[in-house]
């Protein structure tokens, strides 16, 4: 399917429209000490202990902590009382370095510890039990007690993080009516009364602490990066205060099941570690750096972003705090099916414009008038991929041209005296479609063949068809991907006229494209592979008015109608991010209106016929649709995910010229180029006509 001669070369498929994740290589500091975490969990012979394990999985419970007036949030205690924000299950009761880190080959013997007294007690506010929700905790640290490993510890160290907790809580409502509330997040920080909060991230994205002429380390708290968090999570810290409360109101409907993410990070650099906030201040412009590396600078998280690793599709989709990219990319939408409906619009397109191209010279009627003795070409540009709209160039220098003797004389190039024609034509194309919105520009460029021949069956009526062969690529700006087709056409086309001066033709065709592009999900790259059946059918209509024996020109006007099928298929490649899209079909149809002109050449070798064109193109229907899609493993469907089939209105011109060689050759040189807003599109074309 996709030849990799066709690779573009550029960086990769689409948007800008917010879809990777920032980079995931470690940022550039200096070295980190390591810490271990110590989780709230169970011990080696089963039993509840407090800072026991590296991870915690389990129930939740309501932590016993004053959240304001009236607010405590208890009676679901542990066995024990164990209850408290430094003891409940999942909290962090301390991390320290202890002088785990090393500079150079040496361990360094810094130690940074009390990072916490107790960390991560939640609880709805007024409410027992969390208001009748089922609550459970996933906890992991990326480094335990001894150092021992998690869930997370190797796609957080890849992911650039060294040191960090990640708390993930759900939310299940198994009742019967809707429970809502807000959720309190206590804490007790190591850094006691003398805590100094360095930095406050944008929109509640983040905040930074920690406790100067101390050992402590920075701690980086990061609560999401989309709106809710934004304008709905409550963050309640002050200067000095080592009790800060986060507060998330949820509402969660029967049935439903919602969930929270939070991190803790923690620096602390071995070479310049020390007690006072200069010292530190490395360790606070890393922990910001490292949550904007988290949180993507506040822009929707790929799906199969590193710090969510262990999430299937369904659960991360449930988070409430993080803004995710759902759905087929709109630039990777929009190409794909773009490619597929240009085909078959280019192809009609073409044919009949080599159908009127090719009435230089040629028949029987009265002096100083072209005859309807026609000969037929066909000639495949995907062209315009991108500016799209089906049959875009349809009527493309439709020009009868006066006999270049001027006197009527028949000039048949048929092969072997009998009606019959041969033909070819190759073309070269090259274009570019301009943002819109949230979809990514584009850039394309391709190659064409087309070979076949046609019978003059009447004095007025030719019937011909070809087969064509085309590969065509694009680049989504941004490195957000790329796409390629291959397209396999047989078309059959027909020309009748009426009088010397009316005429119409038309072309129907069937064939085959296969699909082949990569987008970028996050760090990853889904590729998908498919193919489908498309039809069209285009006809126009004009006149060819002799001016003069040797000018002619005349209006015209054409209609087209395309069914592109691109069949349902599963990416690979990007994990939870690969997509399960559903078989679609794209309908559309377009119209053209322009006038031409021609003026035939009398030269000792033959006749010389430049000519020009100038049309204007407009979409029938809407110019958008959308694509189906779901994540693998979600039984929800993604819908909504659009792009556009048209381009709306476009300006059409073509220049060319035809050298008639002999009645055995024909040669025709031609250039046509599409300008609409945003979009730019040209070919060029090389046509020889062989006959015996």
């Not at 980190?32 to 419970?61: A, C």
């Not at 805590?195 to 930074?208: H, R």
């Not at 009627?365 to 991108?386: K, L």
Request: charged share 15%.
């Amino acid at each position: 399917m996709f030849k990799p001669a066709l690779r573009r070369r550029s960086a990769l498929l689409f948007c800008a429209s917010a879809l990777a994740i920032a980079s995931v290589s470690t940022p550039s500091k200096a070295e980190q000490q390591l810490f271990y975490f110590y989780v709230n969990g169970l011990d080696e012979v089963g039993q509840y202990g407090l800072g026991v394990s590296g991870s915690y999985v389990g129930k939740g419970f309501d932590t016993n902590f004053s959240t304001g007036p009236g607010d405590e949030i208890d009676n679901n205690t542990l066995p024990g009382g164990l209850n408290s924000s430094s003891s409940a299950p999942g909290a962090l009761s301390e991390a320290s370095g202890n002088g785990f880190g090393t500079a150079g080959n040496s361990v360094t013997g810094h130690t940074a510890n009390d990072a916490y007294d107790g960390y991560g007690g939640i609880g709805l506010e007024g409410m027992t039990q969390f208001g009748g929700l089922t609550v459970t905790r996933n906890v992991q640290a990326t480094r335990g007690p001894g150092g021992a490993t998690t869930l997370i510890t190797t796609p957080f160290r890849d992911g650039g993080i060294a040191n960090a907790v990640r708390w993930v809580d759900t939310f299940t409502n198994e009742t019967n009516s809707t429970v809502s509330g807000t959720l309190a997040w206590a804490n007790n920080l190591g850094s006691d009364s003398s805590t100094t909060w360095v930095a406050v991230g944008p929109d509640n994205t983040y905040l930074v602490s920690t406790q100067p002429n101390s050992a402590d380390p920075v701690i980086t708290h990061i609560f999401g990066n989309n709106a809710y968090t934004a304008t709905e999570v409550v963050l309640d810290y002050s200067a000095g205060d080592d009790n800060p409360i986060w507060k998330f109101p949820i509402s969660v409907a029967p049935g439903e099941t919602v969930r929270l993410v939070v991190f803790n990070v923690l620096t602390a650099d071995i070479a310049s570690f020390g007690n006072t906030l200069d010292s530190k201040q490395g360790d606070i412009e890393l922990g910001q750096e490292l949550a904007r590396l988290i949180t993507n600078n506040g822009n929707p998280l790929s799906i199969n972003s590193p710090f969510f690793t262990g999430l299937t599709a369904e659960e991360i989709l449930t988070i409430r705090n993080f803004s995710f990219a759902t759905g087929m990319p709109e630039a990777n939408a929009e190409s794909l099916s773009a490619i597929g409906n240009a085909v078959p619009a280019q192809i009609t397109t073409d044919i009949l414009t080599e159908l009127s191209n090719l009435r230089l010279g040629v028949g029987d009627a009265p002096a100083g008038v072209a005859s309807a003795s026609m000969t037929g070409a066909a000639g495949i540009r995907i062209a315009d991929a991108y500016s799209g709209n089906t049959m875009s160039d349809a009527g493309r220098s439709l020009i009868r041209l006066a006999s270049a003797s001027g006197d009527g004389a028949p000039m048949r190039r048929n092969w072997s005296g009998n009606g019959w024609r041969a033909f070819g034509l190759v073309s070269g194309f090259t274009g570019r479609r301009g943002a819109a919105g949230s979809i990514a520009g584009v850039s394309y460029d391709g190659f064409s063949a087309t070979f076949g021949g046609d019978y003059l069956f009447t004095p007025k009526t030719r019937i011909g068809g070809a087969l064509s062969y085309a590969e065509a690529n694009s680049d989504v700006k941004g490195n957000l991907g790329n796409s390629d087709v291959t397209a396999y056409t047989a078309s059959l086309y027909m020309s009748h006229s009426f009088t010397p001066a009316l005429y119409l033709d038309a072309v129907g065709l069937v064939g085959w494209n296969d699909y082949d592009y990569r987008r970028a999900q996050g760090p990853a790259m889904a590729n998908g592979e498919t193919g489908g059946l498309t039809y069209g059918v285009n006809v126009v209509t004009g006149f060819d008015v002799p001016v003069t024996s040797a000018l002619k020109a005349g209006p015209y006007l054409s209609a087209s109608y395309t069914d592109t099928r691109i069949n349902g298929y599963t990416e690979t490649g990007a994990g939870i991010g690969n997509l399960q899209v559903d078989e679609a079909h794209i309908r559309a149809g377009a119209i053209e209106a322009g006038a031409k002109a021609s003026y035939s050449i009398a030269r000792s070798w033959g006749t010389l016929v430049p000519e020009a064109r100038l049309g204007v193109r407009g979409a029938l229907g809407s110019d958008k649709t959308s694509l189906t899609a779901q994540f693998v493993g979600t039984p929800s469907s993604l819908t909504g995910t659009p792009f556009r089939k048209g381009n709306g209105t476009a300006l059409v011109a073509g220049l060319g010229v035809a050298a008639n060689m002999s009645d055995s050759l024909e040669l025709k040189l031609a250039y046509t180029g599409t300008y609409g807003r945003g979009t730019e599109h040209n070919t060029l074309s090389l046509r020889a006509i062989l006959s015996f």
